[in-house]
């Protein structure tokens, strides 16, 4: 398997609060991944990462921002939480060449109330 | 815009038979997609894949098959095990963009 872990696993906040999610991964992998699972809606790509310090916006990142400051390294930060951002987060990871099928963490489920 | 579309949200089969999950796509930027296997409680798995240069890919019991003209993909998998009981996402590498899913059962 490959090495990715996300933490926290669950984490229950509060409406306005920031959250940050965070990514670690030990295969030194340049594209890093944020997507979250809803139901009816399957996965969405939130932010990507291409190399430290490279992101990009996917379909849904409103209300979201990334930071990749190491490699190893991909956070989520949610800076005033809403309840819409309630969803399960998975963090992916790939190789060089974008025809490189991804690598996904175990999840983040986040109950916003 | 680019879309991928599972149109079957769920699928149940026989143990022993086959199974057939579809998936549709506009405007893929490199005709590559990949098919994952997602369980309860747990991330999503890489199954297989197949890009443009070729119309079949197969890996054990899984099968893909790529319909580039009809913008078409279809995962087989025979026979179809309880093990396979999971939600299986179809993904277009090239946008990033998955369908929604579709949960298949296999019955013992």
């Known amino acids: 398997d490959a090495g990715i872990t996300q933490s926290p696993r669950h984490k229950v906040t509060e409406t306005g609060t920031p959250v940050t999610l965070r990514c670690h991964q030990t295969e030194n992998h340049r594209y890093m991944y944020w997507y979250r699972q809803d139901p009816g809606h399957g996965l969405r790509l939130i932010h990507y990462?291409?190399?430290?310090?490279?992101?990009d916006k996917g379909e849904v990142s409103d209300g979201y921002s990334v930071s990749r400051s190491k490699t190893e390294d991909f956070l989520l930060t949610l800076e005033s939480a809403t309840s819409s951002q309630t969803s399960v987060y998975f963090c992916?990871?790939?190789?060089?060449?974008?025809?490189?099928?991804?690598?996904f963490g175990p999840g983040t489920r986040l109950t916003v109330l | 815009d680019q879309q991928v579309k599972q149109n079957s949200p769920s699928l149940s089969v026989q143990e022993g038979r086959i199974s057939i999950l579809n998936c549709d796509y506009t405007n893929s930027m490199f005709d590559y997609f990949l098919w994952y296997k997602k369980y309860p409680a747990e991330g999503p798995t890489f199954l297989i894949s197949?890009?443009?240069?070729?119309d079949k890919n197969e890996d054990g019991r899984f099968t893909v098959f790529l319909n580039k003209s009809a913008k078409h993909l279809s995962l087989h998998i025979v026979p179809s095990q309880p093990g396979d009981s999971a939600v299986y996402f179809c993904g277009d590498q090239g946008n990033l963009i998955f369908g929604k899913g579709t949960k298949l059962s296999v019955k013992p």
């Open positions: 990462s291409y190399g430290v310090k490279d992101t």
């Open positions: 992916a990871i790939s190789g060089e060449s974008s025809y490189n099928e991804q690598f």
């Open positions: 197949i890009s443009s240069i070729k």
